[in-house]
């Protein structure tokens, strides 16, 4: 069955370090992948998408990689801020009539200590 | 700009009434919006993808007379949450397609069944 799987657990860092997040996938076979923040009680607010003939991409302090072999994704964000506290979200887009659905994977809560 | 809201932010109803919830795009025409439901610690369920002048489309296990959607103009869908029970108590969050590969998503709806 089609899988989108996230750190489940909160992941914790000092302020200053780099965060890294990762997002697996298994039978799915996506054309895009997104990330997004969410804050408590919050929508989703798009970061960064990346394509799958695509490797990395970059915007300020964030950077995300697709590796279409592997199945997976990683998102870092570095120097670290507690502003950056909040739940991540990977999600995928399909092909074909899927293009405008987004499949999200469970999110991992960041927590970035002062 | 692509800013999405949502109307009301919360609601509590008593079982068996209805309730319904406005997603407007505020600066931008949005032929297709799409309406997701969120579970604590949960993520985000596709429940209907919703055109202009057309009926919706909804995700498999979604009951289409339950959750009426309507999108009746290029900046208003709405979902109206029919007999609400407790178990539909949930984070109901609106976005709007924008860009290809891209969702302006709306604040949510948190709504409370009593």
């Known amino acids: 069955s089609q899988k989108i799987e996230q750190n489940s657990e909160a992941l914790n860092i000092q302020e200053g370090k780099t965060a890294t997040l990762t997002c697996n996938y298994t039978n799915y076979s996506p054309a895009y992948l997104q990330w997004y923040r969410q804050d408590p009680g919050r929508g989703p607010v798009f970061l960064l998408l990346?394509?799958?003939?695509?490797k990395e991409k970059r915007k300020e302090r964030l950077k995300v990689t697709f590796d279409t072999t592997l199945k997976q994704s990683l998102f870092h964000i570095t120097a670290s801020q507690p502003a950056d506290s909040a739940t991540y979200l990977c999600a995928l887009i399909g092909r074909g009539g899927a293009t405008n659905k987004l499949i999200f994977g469970t999110g991992t809560l960041l927590a970035v200590q002062p | 700009g692509a800013v999405v809201s949502q109307h009301p932010s919360w609601v509590i109803c008593k079982s068996g009434t209805s309730v319904k919830i406005e997603c407007r795009s505020l600066?931008?025409?949005?032929?297709?919006m799409f309406w997701y439901r969120q579970f604590p610690k949960q993520s985000l369920m596709l429940m209907a993808t919703?055109?202009?002048?057309?009926?919706?489309?909804?995700e498999q296990g979604v009951e289409k007379d339950k959750f009426l959607i309507n999108h009746a103009s290029l900046t208003l869908s709405t979902l109206t949450v029919t007999s609400a029970h407790p178990e539909d108590s949930s984070f109901y969050i609106c976005?709007?397609?924008?860009?290809?590969?891209?969702?302006?998503f709306g604040p949510g709806t948190r709504l409370t069944v009593t």
């Open positions: 976005s709007a397609k924008g860009l290809p590969y891209e969702q302006y």
């Open positions: 600066d931008f025409q949005a032929t297709t």
């Open positions: 990346i394509r799958e003939n695509e």
């Open positions: 919703s055109n202009e002048g057309s009926k919706a489309t909804y």
